[in-house]
């Protein structure tokens, strides 16, 4: 028995899993003051109601949103940052690069070091290497003292070419562990050991600026565990997918970043064909992901606290592996208002859990998503949360009548207005994020998953032209499952720019021996004795500012690395780059131990019964609004049956909807498979 546990911004997910598929599903809301409490309040609630005895649970794997939160509401640690003298405004400078050429009010996220803890240290290492002015030995130990005396709690060290040669770093971390034993020190060796200045360092602090909050969570979250009677140690998700220790995930906090979302994609490569589009919305946000050739993309660029949400370079730079995915504000809680031009805009903040959507009854008092689609009868008012959690109705339409007064339309028109704003919201997104990594929305299929994604799946495939969309079962807790099928792994980097001719595979092959050394020695500290090592080189023609990803196999040498970065060139950009050499910037090597054997199907599949619930009048403006609606219960629907829209399908944690014209058959695996 093995538990998924998925913290989100309006909910926390609980999905367990046994050798027959999945046992049980718990939704519970997300306590902000204190993320663990409502992770043991919902294994609690989930072991009690489907007598499952915590001496019997094996594995926790759980996601968390904390990082992200703790880097974009500036709650980590007191941080200095010492680098090489002249570079210390880094952070600051950034790229000297406008993500927006015309914007006079341009913002920029303020770095999470202040300018006054920022400090130059002599000493300079050359990019070959070589010692060019030798490391200050006095002025750090003088340095470490007086950051402790100001209560400074951690120190992240960026020198210039520390990638290529890490002494004066490591140096550095042993004179703060005499002088100021009780600094938590971050090398940007470690943490990111390639290339690019300002990102390695906006990295290297961010590591460091949350390590303390990190920590002392997933302590308290493994006594908490205990306290509930489950023995062993959780395993946290990490953002590319793969799974890692608590000890190593406090080691490297960055590295859980997008955690929680990663779960979700991981779920639909499981499930789905080798190529589909992911879509996840929650309470907060909606994620979108491609799955290519069986597994989600994976980037190692990455940024947090965007200030403008679809604008790369408008936010904290993280040069760690993450799921390839783009994320929106707009989910159940997002806010709808009418702007100063008089238009209708939704998102990005958030009611979130507290107070949440207005219908919650818990304090909120601004029109959300989750009350627009319970106004257009999508949602069952009785049936929240399996009924767990009543909804007002009247509440929630008085509140969209507050946006319906202004633009001077009904109640259901502005819902239906707020609704398929969001659709055409996420479908924008997802074009743009598909077609610039090379892919057809309008020819994949989309699984569509989180609390709200089933509601607004179709809307949200007609505005792309998918051709269907899927619901998986328990398609409202599925990132917490698609922990499940995650295995122990953990990428590692070696920077060595050189062109492709000019490498003797010797010394490559000598980098890549040493990565899988240090993946198989951390994996051996969690029990995996069985380890599979991925190798990727990061290519580019020369000349280029950026790389691509490019496998790494055997065969002859160079010709079959040239080979395979033209492939993966053309299949990017449908065509050849120009007539010059080929240079690798970044060796990387995934290392992973075996992937577990899960199966994510409904153990109680069927309960038998008429599984046509009633009916209920819901929106639909293109059969004149409102129309008596059937409404089945997803549990009780048998494999083979198919539903003609309008429709609704409901179970616990998720509904979905089946438009006019539109209809659903249920699969073999319980899925429902929507055609549009």
Not at 204 to 222: G, P, S, W
Not at 272 to 283: E, S, V
Not at 628 to 646: E, S, W
Request: with cysteine; proline share 6%; net charge negative.
């Amino acid at each position: 028995m093995r538990i998924g546990v998925d913290i989100g911004g309006t909910f926390t997910d609980l999905c367990a899993v046994d050798g027959s598929g999945i046992a049980a599903v718990g939704k519970v809301l997300t306590t902000h003051d204190e993320p663990a409490r409502a992770v043991e309040e919902g294994l609690a609630a989930l072991l009690a109601e489907s007598g499952i005895a915590a001496s019997d649970v094996d594995q926790v794997v759980h996601g968390t949103t904390l990082v992200t939160n703790a880097l974009i509401e500036r709650k980590g640690s007191p941080t200095a940052l010492l680098a090489t003298a002249g570079f210390r405004d880094v952070l600051e400078m950034r790229r000297e690069h406008r993500y927006e050429l015309y914007d006079l009010h341009l913002e920029l996220p303020a770095p999470l070091v202040p300018r006054h803890l920022r400090f130059d240290v002599p000493e300079r290492i050359l990019a070959d290497g070589s010692i060019h002015i030798g490391l200050d030995e006095e002025y750090v130990a003088r340095l470490g003292g007086e950051l402790a005396e100001r209560g400074i709690d951690a120190v992240a060290v960026c020198f210039l070419h520390a990638f290529t040669n890490p002494a004066h770093e490591r140096r550095v971390a042993a004179i703060l562990a005499e002088v100021a034993p009780g600094l938590r020190v971050a090398l940007s060796s470690d943490v990111v050991p390639e290339i690019r200045e300002f990102e390695r360092a906006s990295t290297t602090v961010a590591n460091v600026y949350v390590q303390d909050l990190t920590e002392r969570y997933l302590r308290d979250l493994e006594h908490r565990l205990r306290r509930l009677g489950i023995a062993g140690a959780p395993h946290i998700m990490l953002s590319n997918g793969g799974l890692a220790t608590v000890d190593t995930a406090a080691r490297h906090p960055i590295r859980i970043l997008e955690s929680g979302p990663a779960g979700g994609a991981l779920a639909a490569a499981t499930l789905g064909p080798d190529d589909l589009l992911a879509f996840d919305m929650g309470g907060t946000t909606a994620k979108l992901c491609l799955i290519a050739g069986g597994a989600p993309l994976v980037t190692h660029q990455f940024e947090v606290d965007r200030k403008y949400r679809l604008l790369p370079g408008s936010g904290l730079p993280v040069q760690v592996p993450v799921t390839d995915m783009i994320e929106i504000g707009v989910g159940g809680g997002s806010i709808a208002r009418i702007d100063a031009l008089g238009l209708l805009t939704v998102g990005p903040d958030s009611a979130g859990s507290e107070p949440g959507p207005v219908c919650y009854g818990r304090g909120g008092t601004e029109p959300t998503v989750t009350d627009a689609d319970l106004v257009l009868g999508y949602l069952d008012p009785a049936y929240f949360l399996g009924g767990g959690m009543k909804l007002d109705a009247a509440a929630a339409r008085e509140a969209i009548g507050r946006i319906a007064g202004p633009l001077g339309v009904s109640v259901e028109e502005a819902a239906w207005g707020i609704h398929t704003s969001v659709n055409e919201d996420m479908a924008n997104a997802a074009r743009v994020h598909a077609v610039e990594r090379g892919q057809d929305p309008a020819k994949l299929p989309m699984y569509t998953f989180g609390g709200a994604g089933p509601v607004h799946g179709v809307g949200v495939a007609r505005a792309l032209g998918a051709p269907s969309v899927v619901a998986p079962p328990a398609a409202g807790v599925l990132s917490a499952a698609g922990f499940l099928t995650a295995p122990l792994a953990f990428d590692f980097v070696r920077s060595a720019r050189a062109a492709v001719h000019d490498l003797a595979w010797e010394q490559v092959d000598a980098l890549f021996a040493e990565m899988e050394a240090e993946g198989a020695a951390l994996l051996a500290k969690s029990g995996v004795d069985d380890v599979t090592n991925r190798r990727v080189a990061e290519m580019r023609y020369a000349g280029q500012g950026y790389e691509i990803r490019v496998p790494v196999h055997g065969g002859s040498w160079p010709e079959t690395l040239i080979d395979e970065f033209t492939a993966t060139y053309r299949a990017l950009y449908r065509r050849s780059g120009p007539e010059v050499g080929v240079e690798v910037l970044n060796w990387r090597v995934v290392s992973s131990g075996p992937a577990p054997d899960v199966t994510l199907r409904l153990n109680a599949q069927v309960t038998g019964g008429d599984a046509r619930k009633g009916s209920r009048e819901a929106y639909f403006p293109s059969t004149g609004g409102f129309v008596d609606t059937a409404v089945f219960g997803r549990y009780r629907l048998q494999p083979g049956t198919r539903v003609d829209g309008p429709a609704i399908v409901e179970e616990r944690e998720s509904t979905v909807v089946v438009p006019p014209g539109a209809h659903c058959v249920v699969r073999g695996d319980a899925a429902l498979e929507v055609t549009v």
